[in-house]
């Protein structure tokens, strides 16, 4: 019988560590790994420990500011059509996009 290989051998990283989210809190991670450029793994973790979330501007994370954007003017205009409040997803969208567009100019400030 062939013994199997120990692909955590010399790993830096060798511990899996796994937890349950709803859809909505696994959509929230997601969204905000894509809008800071980073891995889902690389985002939890710098989050964890408190570090700075620096967003390395690209043409990738530009297209994708751009589909957020998008995303939110068709979302908040069919609330604003409707007359209904926002949801606290579609606002936790929009703090992110705006945090993450700050960053990028620089800007520390939240007007």
């Known amino acids: 019988m062939k013994q199997k290989e120990n692909k955590d051998h ?3 990283r060798n511990v899996n560590v796994g937890f349950r989210v709803t ?8 969204r905000a790994a894509l809008l800071s450029g980073m891995k889902k793994q690389d985002y939890i973790l710098n989050r964890l420990r408190n570090h700075e979330i620096v967003v390395v501007p690209n043409s990738r994370l530009y297209k994708l500011i751009i589909e957020q954007t998008e995303y939110l003017a068709t979302e908040l205009g069919k609330l604003i059509r409707s007359g209904k409040k ?3 997803e579609l606002k936790a969208t929009v703090e992110l996009l705006v945090t993450t567009l700050n960053g990028m100019k620089g800007d520390t400030s939240n007007e």
């Open 86 to 88: 926002i949801d606290p």
């Open 10 to 12: 010399n790993r830096y």
């Open 23 to 30: 859809p909505q809190e696994a959509d929230e991670i997601h």
